[in-house]
């Protein structure tokens, strides 16, 4: 038990085992004197709600975040303001909530208490050798739907008392966020790295056509880039993405015929099965059917292509907790054999472990 070193101090925290950010009964206390005592009391909590209103410049965008109500939400952020007679955040109508200028340097100084808090968790794990608390993963948004349910699904069985958050990004966004601390770790391609990043390759995933049924290329055992290109093309158009997609052209002197450009992997696939063109992607979805019901095939690239290569992102220089290195560890084990195991169509079903 700690006790403030003031005369008759109070008690800060009482440590029960739990991950320490996780519990929201934590209180600091600060006793100034001079003519009068001032005692400033909040929680990990509260300053959690505030960083995430902070980001998300939205209550309701918050709430959803952290998984609590937005009167929750609300309420933490107006304590904040009461107990430090402080305005943080300009309240506009139908635009959102907006960080004063002392709301900016409030939200950056909890962000490093919570990251601090964060260290004193992962310390405790450290010493303890369990395996618990708060683990942020962020995942690129164009697989993230094929892998991270299934991943988070049997990591939080082997580990229970890991509490898993998981963000879906493009990849400007996941390292932006990594720098911030936003995210302990991601899941993401080989797309330009920076040097300030690590990268711990997972699986090499060779890029192919998606096409419809009824496509004139569809029945081909494999295509060329210089079969598509004259075809029309729907670009899934992701930062990066996009770019490592077109690169495929430029490099063998082609342009292809894009005709339509989206952001969503279910958007594309759905435009592809109903004749507006071709696709290119790496991973292949467990159904050959677009969201719509209507079939795709799947047709591999042939050709001196690059590969996309799917890995860990990280903040270099830093040594990762011990909840972060089991996760680390844990998709070692398992993503190359997910990513592997998805069918390439409706009528090849997945391959059963340990069957002949």
């Known amino acids: 038990m700690i006790r403030n070193p003031s005369p008759g101090g109070n008690v800060i925290h009482s440590p029960d085992g739990d991950a320490l950010f996780a519990r929201s009964n934590l209180f600091l206390n600060w006793r100034t004197k001079k003519d009068t005592d001032m005692v400033l009391r909040f929680t990990l909590r509260q300053l ?17 975040r952290v998984n609590v109500s937005a009167p929750s939400v609300s309420a933490a952020v107006s304590q904040l303001e009461k107990e430090f007679g402080i305005t943080l955040f300009v309240r506009r109508h139908a635009h959102g909530l907006s960080l004063t200028q002392a709301g900016r340097s409030f939200v950056d100084q909890a ?35 094929a892998v991270i349910p299934a991943l988070r699904r049997a990591f939080s069985d082997t580990y229970p008392d890991v509490d898993f958050f998981q963000y879906e990004r493009d990849q400007a966004s996941i390292l932006e966020g990594l720098r911030m601390a936003r995210f302990d770790i991601a899941l993401s391609y080989d797309l330009d790295i920076p040097a300030d990043i690590t990268f711990h390759e997972l699986a090499v995933l060779p890029p192919y056509a998606v096409l419809q049924a ?123 054999d997910m990513v592997m195991d998805l069918p390439a169509s409706a009528d090849a079903p997945r391959e059963q472990k340990g069957s002949s």
């Open 111 to 145: 962000r490093q208490i919570l990251s601090e808090a964060a260290k004193l968790n992962a310390l405790s794990n450290e010493l303890t050798g369990q395996v618990r608390g708060p683990l942020h993963v962020a995942c690129l948004v164009t697989f993230a739907q």
């Open 214 to 336: 009824d496509h004139p290329l569809a029945g081909h055992r494999e295509v060329t880039v210089e079969d598509l290109a004259s075809h029309p093309m729907i670009l899934l158009d992701l930062p990066h993405s996009s770019a490592y997609f077109l690169s495929l052209f430029r490099d063998a002197g082609l342009t292809p015929h894009i005709v339509e450009r989206t952001r969503d992997m279910s958007v594309m696939r759905a435009m592809v099965a109903n004749r507006f063109g071709y696709s290119i992607a790496n991973i292949r979805p467990v159904s050959a059917y677009a969201p719509d019901g209507n079939k795709l095939v799947f047709v591999p690239l042939s050709g001196n292509l690059r590969p996309m290569r799917m890995g860990i992102l990280a903040m270099g220089g830093a040594s990762p907790a011990l909840t972060v290195r089991r996760f680390i560890d844990f998709c070692g084990e398992k993503i190359g």
């Open 48 to 64: 959690e709600y505030l960083v995430a209103v902070g980001e998300y410049g939205s209550v309701t965008e918050a709430a959803e």
